[in-house]
T-cell receptor, first 112, second 115 residues
Framework: QKEVEQDPGPLSVPEGAIVSLNCTYS??????FMWYRQYSRKGPELLMY??SSGNKEDGRFTAQVDKSSKYISLFIRDSQPSDSATYLC????????????WGAGTKLIIKP | NAGVTQTPKFQVLKTGQSMTLQCAQD?????MYWYRQDPGMGLRLIYY???????DKGEVPNGYNVSRLNKREFSLRLESAAPSQTSVYFC??????????????FGPGTRLTVL
């Protein structure tokens, strides 16, 4: 079993919909959680960064961490075609020795 | 600022050939990383360099070697390429890997095919 599970999709939704992307993990020591966005044929770029449990909002994006369920989510409100990309979750511990543990990524398609 | 640059962008090798992937960053970052990305597998760490002069193995180091040439440059070498090394390779850098906030900045990737 992988340490981080993420549904690869693709997830296809109409423009304007609320999108929910999720990852589950098995290591309860994870404390730092990240969402990266990767456009086709590009490198990933950091979208959201959260520590421990709770919510963090940035414009149309909300990152949510539920440590009791070992479950993290990324919500996108008023989705746009420009949000079409692969979204990767990543997480790490305080003593991670520099290593991020990555989900496989979910491919998101926003239909105009 | 160019950020993280990688060369080449594409490469086709025959089994047994060798090659070096080059990576450079102009952000004065201390830590650098090499990942491979395969469908359904996410990003897997091959090697990393916490700081100039140090390198360490990641999750999938077999078949690869690295050199941290200086603070800016971190190269990845395939000594004898195998079809299993067909992948997209990403170089990344961060201010310092041991910091709590460790945003990694990625290059555009190298698409490698081994026949």
């Amino acid at each position: 079993q992988k340490e981080v599970e993420q549904d690869p999709g693709p997830l296809s939704v109409p423009e304007g919909a609320i999108v929910s992307l999720n990852c589950t993990y098995s290591n309860s020591a994870f404390q730092y959680f990240m969402w990266y966005r990767q456009y086709s044929r590009k490198g990933p770029e950091l979208l959201m960064y959260t520590y421990s449990s709770g919510n963090k909002e940035d414009g149309r994006f909300t990152a949510q961490v539920d440590k009791s369920s070992k479950y993290i989510s990324l919500f996108i409100r008023d989705s746009q075609p420009s949000d079409s990309a692969t979204y990767l979750c990543a997480m790490t511990t305080m003593d991670s020795n520099y290593q991020l543990i990555w989900g496989a990524g979910t491919k998101l398609i926003i239909k105009p | 600022n160019a950020g993280v640059t990688q060369t080449p962008k594409f490469q086709v090798l025959k089994t047994g050939q060798s090659m070096t992937l080059q990576c450079a960053q102009d952000m004065n970052h201390n830590s650098m990383y090499w990942y491979r990305q395969d469908p359904g597998m996410g990003l897997r760490l091959i090697y990393y360099s916490a700081s100039e002069g140090t390198t360490d193995k990641g999750e999938v180091p077999n078949g690869y070697n690295v050199s941290r040439l200086n603070k800016r440059e971190f190269s990845l070498r395939l000594e004898s390429a195998a079809p299993s090394q067909t992948s997209v390779y990403f170089c990344a850098s961060s201010v310092a890997g041991h910091l709590i906030y460790n945003e990694q900045f990625f290059g555009p990737g190298t698409r490698l095919t081994v026949l």
